[in-house]
């Protein structure tokens, strides 16, 4: 595996961009009984980190996809082996507030779709939900994630269920024809009570992918500083984490520089930001993936994460890639995603845990290609893709780490591994170059970068450098003054 790396990134730095205007922006100091909470920029919690993935339950059969292919057990211990430490389960507004959705049971509501095969398939696999009311069955996969010790997000993914995103769909924006806002507080007040007991709900996200033509900053702030004083956080604010959209589909927050938002919600507030290659259309095949992945992570900082150095938590809850391993732009979109989430140790949500809906866009068994898991729910999809997102799901920075004195790894976003030095079987003495190879990052040395602008391994007693010879060439170890000389990293 020692082939030359084209896309070398040092990731446990923390980055140099300054934030401005920031001081503005309030967080309350008084902290409540809480099991998940913020400090500074941080979601904090005893896992380390959010490594979630999205498992959709807000289409037209508003059931928690895959349950016709897998027992709701067998899925949610999945989730776990995968490495998954929550799920981002996402829920249509009207499964709460229009008792036309919410009186159906899970049969009633797959034949009301014709959907016979899904109906059987529930039967077999998933017996005891299948008489359930559409909430119970909800409220069963909660429990059942529970029971994996997975947590949960609920993500109010729209209000008519249905395939989510489209601006002119009437479910954009607060005022649309779907989107009335006493409907939404409805809504989220009645899954915050419904969830209150339930250890494992650590977050409310509060709308999915705010959009459309009516949508505006003026009402973002109006009706969103409201939520405390119509009772929202009476019930979900003194446990539950609130995460909050951005406009254009979660891609914009940079409102927030000059304007505050004060929820009196304490600690408990996060904001999310959705990023896919198509996010930035055409960008990534038309010019050197590097150069691509500067100006777009650059533009998403300036947009999103930036709010990281106002102290404020931003959740990267949609990101993914086509796991079949055919679309250029994904594939160079992955490394700079990737790369970015490891290196600020983002808390993130992946798109998505299905391998195909019971009906999506009027197509029943649609497949996924996003999905981690395969067509039937049995296995992963792609274990090179499910690889490199494990890389994620390792904490690297932030509170609980303290204590390890902060060092460099050069991380390898297309596999998920790291630099690793390759073990000699032979006590050779250290007078030659070393190769170097890619390997698990909880097994690579501590890099340190150096005032000479070298690479070098932090705890070796004759110094070691990164090499890099030229584009094309192998990275090597450079040994000692002579094996350090021009090794300038680039
Ligand atoms: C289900 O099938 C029946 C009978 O073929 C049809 O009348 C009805 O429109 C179908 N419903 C849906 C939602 O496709
Ligand atoms: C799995 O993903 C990798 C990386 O994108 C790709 O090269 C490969 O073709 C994919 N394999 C399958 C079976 O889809
Ligand atoms: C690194 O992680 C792998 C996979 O989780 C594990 O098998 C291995 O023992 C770990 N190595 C170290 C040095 O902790």
């Not at 409805?186 to 033509?213: D, H, I, K, P, Y």
């Not at 990101?319 to 732009?329: E, I, L, M, S």
Request: aromatic share 8%.
């Amino acid at each position: 595996m020692a082939r030359p790396f084209f896309l070398v990134s040092c990731l446990a730095t923390a980055l140099a961009v300054s934030c401005c205007h920031c001081h503005e922006l309030i967080q309350h100091a008084a902290s409540l009984p809480q099991s998940l909470s913020t400090s500074s920029r941080w979601i904090v919690d005893e896992h380390g980190q959010l490594a979630c993935v999205n498992w959709p339950s807000h289409l037209e059969p508003m059931l928690a996809e895959g349950l016709s292919h897998r027992p709701l057990d067998a899925i949610a211990a999945d989730v776990a082996a995968m490495g998954f430490n929550c799920v981002r389960l996402t829920w249509p507004t009207f499964l709460a507030t229009d008792a036309s959705y919410s009186s159906l049971t899970v049969a009633e509501s797959l034949r009301a779709l014709n959907l016979t095969g899904a109906l059987a398939g529930v039967a077999a696999n998933n017996p005891g939900v299948l008489e359930l009311g559409l909430l119970d069955a909800f409220a069963a996969v909660v429990r059942g994630l529970g029971a994996s010790g997975v947590m949960v997000v609920l993500d109010n993914h729209v209000s008519r269920p249905g395939w989510c995103c489209r601006g002119g769909d009437g479910n954009g924006f607060f005022g649309d024809a779907e989107f009335d806002p006493d409907v939404w507080v409805e809504g989220l007040t009645r899954m915050a009570t419904m969830f209150t007991g339930e250890g494992n709900v650590v977050a409310m996200s509060l709308r999915n992918e705010l959009r459309g033509a009516r949508h505006n900053i003026d009402d973002w702030y109006r009706i969103q500083t409201a939520l405390p004083k119509r009772g929202v956080q009476v019930h979900a604010a003194p446990r539950v984490l609130i995460i909050l959209s951005g406009l254009y589909n979660d891609n914009d927050l940079s409102f927030l520089r000059w304007r505050p938002i004060d929820l009196t919600f304490s600690n408990k507030v996060a904001f999310e930001v959705h990023w896919y290659s198509f996010s930035d259309p055409h960008q990534w095949t038309s010019a050197n993936a590097n150069h691509v992945c500067a100006r777009v992570a650059a533009s998403v900082w300036r947009r999103t994460l930036y709010l990281l150095d106002c102290g404020w938590p931003v959740f990267l809850s949609e990101f993914g890639v086509d796991n079949r391993g055919g679309n250029v732009a994904d594939n160079r979109y992955w490394g700079c995603v990737s790369a970015t989430a490891a290196g600020l140790d983002l808390d993130w949500a992946l798109w998505a845990l299905q391998g195909s809906y019971y009906l999506r866009e009027g197509v029943p068994g649609h497949d996924e290609a996003y999905g981690v898991l395969g067509h039937d729910w049995l296995a992963p999809r792609n274990v090179t893709a499910l690889q490199r997102v494990r890389a994620l799901q390792r904490p690297s920075r932030g509170p609980g780490l303290a204590d390890v004195e902060p060092y460099k790894v050069l991380f390898h976003p297309v596999t998920g591994l790291c630099v690793v030095r390759r073990r000699s079987s032979s006590m050779m003495p250290l007078d030659m170059e070393e190769q170097l190879e890619l390997g698990p990052c909880n097994e690579t040395e501590a890099w340190e970068y150096n005032e000479e602008h070298r690479l070098v391994l932090r705890d070796s007693w004759v110094r070691m450098c990164l090499r890099a010879d030229g584009d094309g060439e192998p990275v090597r170890l450079g040994v000692g003054r002579a094996g350090c000389a021009g090794a300038q990293a680039r």
